[in-house]
């Protein structure tokens, strides 16, 4: 049976704490038309960090259809803060939340240099279009896919610092 004006969609949200939210949506003739609706879920029902299933049904006079199941992921954490080791102006490395874009400014808030997104291994490399002088402040940030940015990390330029730098098993 196709839809009528009248006829309701029944959307229940469950969380990843086991809670359930059910939002009731009566269909007009305009979206029976147009074969679309909108249920908005609310930022204050999206709080819980974690993985959100949504089972959809329509009710007719006939009976209720069979869910449609749909399930999404909200990320509401920042990421970690990322780890700047001392750099000797040259290179600007660290470590910051695999799959995050880092950001690394001057001291003045002037952007150095971006990267991203950081590696399985969370290390990090930027080089700066020119050498930096001694005793720059390193301000660096990382920002994953959902916007969330973390707390500032920082470090500093000392010139004339050996640099080695690598992983060890």
Do not use: C
């Amino acid at each position: 049976r196709t839809a009528v004006p009248g006829d309701t969609v029944t959307t229940v949200l469950a969380r990843p704490d086991g809670t359930n939210e059910t939002y009731t949506h009566v269909l007009n003739q305009a979206e029976i038309d147009a074969r679309t609706f909108t249920q908005r879920i609310g930022p204050q029902d999206l709080t819980n960090q974690g993985l959100h299933r949504t089972e959809i049904t329509l009710t007719t006079m006939v009976g209720t259809s069979l869910p449609s199941v749909k399930s999404f992921f909200v990320d509401t954490a920042d990421p970690v803060r990322p780890e700047v080791a001392t750099s000797n102006g040259q290179f600007i490395n660290g470590t910051a939340e695999p799959g995050t874009t880092v950001e690394v400014r001057d001291g003045q808030g002037k952007l150095i240099g971006t990267v991203g997104p950081v590696g399985a291994d969370g290390n990090w490399t930027i080089v700066p279009p020119l050498p930096l002088p001694n005793g720059t402040r390193l301000l660096a940030t990382a920002k994953d896919d959902a916007g969330n940015q973390s707390p500032v990390g920082e470090g500093s330029v000392v010139v004339g610092e050996l640099l080695i730098s690598g992983a060890v098993d």
